[in-house]
């Protein structure tokens, strides 16, 4: 789809016609579709599915940037890359946003029925979900959209229905009655990781317990509306204080209930009075307490955490903080409550809709999890799986070694139906359909069952997925067996932290516990979901904050995208985001993707300008596989060394997920290397007095380093890339950057010495504009130099440079001084150890040009003030390695001589 080469770029670079031209080619021509080739070695990601109900924030900008990065950087390096999209139905949120509708219309899900309501999630969803999906194509992500799967799709239900039966065929799953975190909003247990806990100032409230006419036993609670479910007070067994109540009656106020207190090890003395009361049905801890001393589960609240009717009349039907502050007023009345006290405590909410968790005993279904965390664990420890920062790997461990049986059971009707058949006398068994659950309850075929009317979490269905995209376990029937061996396991999943136990967690124990019935083999490393994850950053904004929108610290990424271009926004996100630190954002920090893209358009320009100029016929490869070396000068060996020695840092920091480091590196090689220096270095030549034959050969060089940079940058900036690569050459209709081979990095023109003395250069280059800018020297006017040699320079390494002082520096003539001489009146600069003066008669003014020096003397004399410090330091010289202690050494002998050589011109001007 190349247009002419010949023609010009326009001149300035307007990102939005670009992207949606390249966006629309690639998709519609098939570009980042993946099949099977097993002479490649595969390179898959899975995405984090978003919810269905979900829009594009700026953590999805961050987490698809960095899976485009990754996914784009495989292909060019040869992989058979496959980057799967998908949707999770996310069934509380997308339950609750139909319902919102329905209530408009004054309905309720209960009005429609099961099945209709099912009806109507569906056609929301194809109406209006998935928009985050679209989304995604405006930032660039190149996904396999042939493969994109959605966690309600058949075969991942019937993945989800597999693994439910398969898990309960092994006693791993099983049903009973346990506290759960019920939402009283939603009408549905969530598991300990869905509750967001927070410190919040309640109040701590001292009741007492009538024991007969005189005496009481005082509790602390932060629960009155509990008091009515109690059953028993706990004390510790050690507290010698309560030793000789242990076994004695006490009543429970207002309902006049007779309970034991008893002796628990759970019990914290320094709490309150020491004496808590035991409400099994309404609090985890005191469920664990009621087991071990055989105690009754009173549940005195209904679905919507308002009290049943268990108490008395007076108090049913009442919210439960409503019913707090009746019992309080009760409690006070009847001369019960001794005091009232500020208290702080956590308190859980649920993390979908904002609502206090109620803990709450009812009948679900878990997962019994210490036998999947087990080799899970140790795929980690191990280093089977490598986290991204390691650090997470610490938390990850705490977790699994603490971990609890997981509630997969959710009271509602949109998601994947737990697949249990019940008998009318109550017994069960989990089966691929009725005929399956009479058989396996051995009944004959006219007996009636009626299935499990609970969903299962959408975690149950997200833990399945970087095997259940490729239709396991129908994966012989769907056609897909071979996808699933050839891309399964994955290499790099790209996750928040936040999810590690949500999901990453749940996808290792899935992949090695079902891994094996479609690799054929037990060993760990074919079964893990994926080799590697990186954790994202946390993006807050410039004060620290984590975005939200009621904070309005948000960025729409849309508009971003919309003002600055995609490419700009991908790049500044992933040049602010270092490996495990957070990210300090702004939208007008993308301004510094939106000026590189400026500087690289402006790049092409010139180069194309002058190859039409040049008469240079363009290329017809789409891989250039190396340099010339025919006419070189040093920029020339300078750049082509500069080139690899980034590729090489690239390479590096891609391996260790450093992309950021990757960000920074192409930044600084392709403005200032190649833009700000080479291409202004290459101007005298392609201006100059040289033949065309020659000054051909250095425009080509120019270019194909150009092409190189552009598809070392192509994963972070592909719209960009792909205009500018597609003018470079003549290109095939279906011809495409992103399926170029990155240039080999070749090591042995990696020329150290040949940096070095570019270095001197430019700092020479530098050093006379610094002089001729701060003394307002006009640019126009040409300046004399003369020049005392350093140690290891010599006149005619100096005089090599002529030509680009000349250019660079207006530079006229040079001369050179011996030890001795002092040139006066002359500005002057160090680089070094080579002294450089610039004759300031009637140039300057030289009271000014004291000062420069007088500042930049304090600046040297900082420097090695700090040296000297660390010189000093016990710690510094006991850790450091000998080298490095000699390099500081070395530093501030140097700065030492550099501020001799300072203090000495300062005299030329007195």
């Not at 496959?82 to 139909?98: F, L, R, Y």
């Not at 009075?273 to 049905?281: C, I």
């Amino acid at each position: 789809m190349s247009e002419d080469p010949h023609s010009s770029l326009e001149k300035t670079y307007s990102p939005h016609q670009v992207e949606q031209k390249w966006y629309a080619h690639w998709e519609n021509n098939g570009l980042f579709h993946s099949s099977v080739h097993l002479e490649k070695q595969p390179y898959t990601i899975v995405i984090p599915p978003p919810n269905v109900t979900g829009v594009l924030h700026m953590g999805h900008i961050l987490n698809n940037t960095l899976q485009d990065v990754f996914i784009r950087y495989a292909r060019m390096m040869g992989y058979e890359a496959c980057w799967i999209p998908g949707m999770d139905h996310a069934g509380i949120a997308t339950q609750n946003v139909v319902e919102r509708e329905l209530m408009k219309q004054g309905k309720t899900r209960y009005d429609l029925g099961r099945e209709r309501f099912l009806e109507k999630v569906w056609e929301w969803k194809t109406q209006y979900g998935g928009v985050i999906i679209q989304q995604l194509r405006t930032l660039g992500s190149s996904c396999d959209w042939d493969r994109e799967k959605f966690t309600m799709d058949e075969p991942l239900s019937q993945a989800v229905q597999e693994v439910f039966i398969r898990l309960f065929d092994e006693g791993l799953i099983y049903r009973g009655k346990y506290i759960v975190n019920w939402c009283p909003k939603d009408h549905t247990a969530i598991s300990d990781d869905e509750v967001e806990h927070s410190e919040q100032m309640g109040k701590l409230y001292f009741v007492k317990y009538p024991i007969d006419a005189k005496s009481f036993a005082t509790v602390a609670t932060t629960r009155p509306e509990t008091i009515l479910g109690d059953v028993a007070i706990a004390v510790h067994p050690g507290d010698e204080r309560y030793a000789s109540l242990v076994g004695t009656i006490v009543r429970v106020p207002i309902v006049d209930r007779p309970v034991k207190i008893v002796a628990d090890d759970y019990v914290d003395p320094k709490f309150g009075t020491g004496m808590v009361k035991v409400t099994p049905a309404h609090d985890p801890n005191d469920y664990y307490i009621g087991q071990r001393h055989n105690l009754p589960q009173l549940n005195i609240f209904d679905i919507s955490a308002k009290l049943n009717d268990t108490v008395p009349e007076e108090y049913q039907g009442l919210d439960r903080f409503a019913a707090r502050k009746k019992i309080v007023a009760e409690l006070q009345q009847q001369g019960l409550l001794l005091k009232v006290e500020d208290h702080s405590h956590s308190v859980g909410k649920c993390y979908r809709c904002n609502t206090i968790i109620e803990p709450y005993l009812s009948d679900q279904w878990f997962v019994k999890m210490k036998p999947l965390a087990e080799p899970a664990l140790e795929a980690v420890t191990d280093g089977t799986i490598k986290f991204y920062p390691e650090r997470w790997k610490r938390v990850y461990e705490h977790w699994m070694t603490n971990i609890r049986d997981w509630c997969i059971s959710r009271q509602l009707w949109w998601g994947q139906r737990i697949p249990v058949y019940y008998t009318p006398d109550g017994s069960f068994t989990a089966a691929r359909g009725v005929t399956e659950a009479r058989e396996k309850l051995g009944l004959p075929e006219s007996t009636l069952l009626y299935q499990d009317e609970d969903v299962l979490d959408t975690w149950f269905s997200s833990w399945l997925w970087p095997f259940s995209v490729h239709n396991w376990p129908n994966h012989s029937r769907h056609k897909t067996e071979a996808d699933l061996r050839y891309y399964y396991p994955t290499e790099t999943l790209v996750t928040g932290p936040d999810i590690i136990f949500f999901w990453v967690a749940r996808m290792i124990m899935s992949g090695l516990k079902f891994g094996p019935s479609f690799t054929g083999t037990n060993k760990p490393s074919a079964n893990v979901p994926f080799r590697n994850v990186y954790f994202t950053s946390i993006i807050r904004d410039e004060k620290g904050r984590k975005m939200s929108k009621s904070l309005g610290n948000s960025p729409e990424p849309l508009e971003l995208i919309k003002e600055y271009g995609a490419d700009a926004v991908r790049f500044t996100i992933l040049y602010l985001a270092p490996l495990g630190q957070d990210v300090l954002y702004s939208a007008e920090k993308n301004e510094i993707g939106r000026n590189f893209a400026n500087k690289i358009w402006n790049a092409a320009r010139f180069l194309l300008m002058n190859r039409d100029q040049l008469e240079l016929v363009p290329g017809h490869s789409s891989d250039t596989t190396g340099f010339k070396l025919d006419h070189t000068d040093l920029a020339d060996l300078w750049i082509i060394s500069r080139f690899n020695s980034t590729s090489s840092e690239v390479l590096a920091a891609l391996k260790e997920f450093e992309i950021n480091k990757v960000s920074k590196a192409l930044y600084d090689f392709i403005w200032h290397d190649y833009c700000d220096w080479y291409l202004e270095m290459i101007k005298s030549r392609l201006y100059g007095v040289e033949p065309l034959s020659t000054k051909k050969v250095v425009l080509q060089r120019a270019l194909d380093i150009f092409d190189g940079s552009l598809r070392l940058l192509h994963p972070f900036m592909p719209f960009l890339t792909e205009e500018l690569w597609q003018h470079l050459g003549e290109r095939k209709p279906l011809q495409t950057i992103m399926h170029t081979h990155l240039l080999p990095v070749d090591h042995e023109l990696i020329d150290r010495v040949v940096e070095s003395e570019m270095s001197f250069v430019q700092n020479m280059i530098e050093s006379i504009r610094t002089i001729r800018s701060s003394m307002n020297v006009p640019p126009s006017k040409e300046i004399a130099i003369s020049v005392r040699l350093g140690a290891d320079k010599t006149k005619e390494s100096i005089l090599r440079y002529a030509g680009y002082l000349t250019r660079l520096a207006r530079v006229s003539d040079i001369s050179f001084l011996d030890v001795n001489i002092q040139p006066k009146q002359s500005a002057s600069a160090v680089v070094e150890g080579t002294e450089f003066f610039i004759p300031l008669g009637g140039l300057i003014d030289l009271d000014k040009e004291r000062e420069r020096l007088n500042k930049e003397m304090q600046r040297i004399t900082g420097l090695i003030e700090s040296i000297e410090k660390k010189l000093h330091n016990k710690g510094f010289l006991s850790k450091a390695p000998p080298e490095v202690v000699q390099k500081e050494q070395v530093k501030r002998d140097n700065f030492g001589e550099t501020l001799e050589k300072l203090k000495k011109n300062l005299e030329t001007l007195s």
